[in-house]
């Protein structure tokens, strides 16, 4: 089956999936599966985790990531996170840094928290990278020291979406696509990156924007023989967030939704012979 109506279960990390028919669809070199209601098979990481990419141990040093966690902190909120640009947008040397109020510059992968501090289920946040109805591709450069968020590049050109994302996109922080573990059902290892999100609340979110969301489901995009998971979430803020708490009712209610989300991610490769 493609979709199952069910709640996702605890977004706790690691955890795999409960076992769910898949449907393949191979087409060149990406394949797709179905839209799968439970939470990916990826690891919690942070500063320190010596297999995470970007980031080193602590005792090593305190380079790829700020000296404090606040993932370990209480009381978390986005108002304490700040960005500041480097460079000219459209322009390879652009990085947007991140920093805590007090702290530094920190990590955006690493040191914001992944759960909220009431721990509400299946609300986590979100860094945004991509507002919607935008086509730059920007992500956060998991190689790089702080881990800055900047424009994609590829073929030595910096990289455009052939037409724009109807969502706001971004990644759940402290999340991890481990490169070294199977999926089960899948198949396929990880794609050595966080986890990306697919926000589809009616707000557009700003570049580097923290923002609470609620988890609905999950989608499986096989792309070069690599697993590469869409959390589909709806701002909490957002009037949405109090229609729907899973895909059940996302496909009940607004039905277009979840095809957009599915059609869009099958074809956006298309016009580069994909």
């Known amino acids: ?43 919690a990481v942070r500063k320190g985790a010596e297999e995470a990419p970007g980031g080193e141990p602590k005792d090593a040093a305190s380079e790829a990531a700020g000296e404090d966690h606040l993932g370990d902190m209480p009381g978390f909120s986005p108002d304490t996170i700040t960005t500041m640009v480097v460079g000219h947008l459209g322009r390879p040397e652009y990085r947007r840094f991140f920093s805590a109020d007090d702290r530094g510059t920190i990590s955006p992968w690493h040191d914001i928290p992944l759960h ?68 089960p059902q899948l198949k396929v290892k990880g794609d050595n990156d966080p986890l990306d999100v697919v926000e589809i609340g009616h707000a557009t979110h700003k570049q580097g924007q923290v923002v609470r969301v609620k988890v609905l489901g999950a989608l499986a995009m096989i792309d070069h023989g690599e697993l590469d998971w869409k959390i589909i979430a709806v701002d909490t803020a957002d009037p949405l967030a109090k229609e729907v708490d899973d895909i059940g009712d996302l496909e009940r209610l607004h039905p277009h939704v979840i095809s957009g989300i599915r059609e869009w991610f099958r074809w956006y490769k298309a016009p580069d012979g994909k």
């Open 116 to 183: 909220t501090e009431d721990g509400t289920p299946n609300e986590k946040w979100m860094v945004a990278e991509i507002p919607k109805m935008t086509s730059a591709k920007f992500e956060i450069h998991t190689e790089e020291r702080y881990n800055p968020m900047a424009q994609d590049i590829k073929n030595g050109n910096l990289r455009h979406y052939h037409q724009p994302i109807f969502w706001n996109y971004g990644f759940l922080p402290q999340t991890w696509e481990d490169p070294h573990e199977v999926h």
């Open 1 to 43: 089956r493609a979709f199952v109506a069910r709640r996702p279960p605890s977004f706790a990390l690691p955890h795999r999936p409960a076992d769910r028919g898949a449907m393949r669809v191979p087409r060149g070199s990406q394949a797709w599966a179905a839209l799968i209601l439970a939470v990916p098979l990826v690891r």
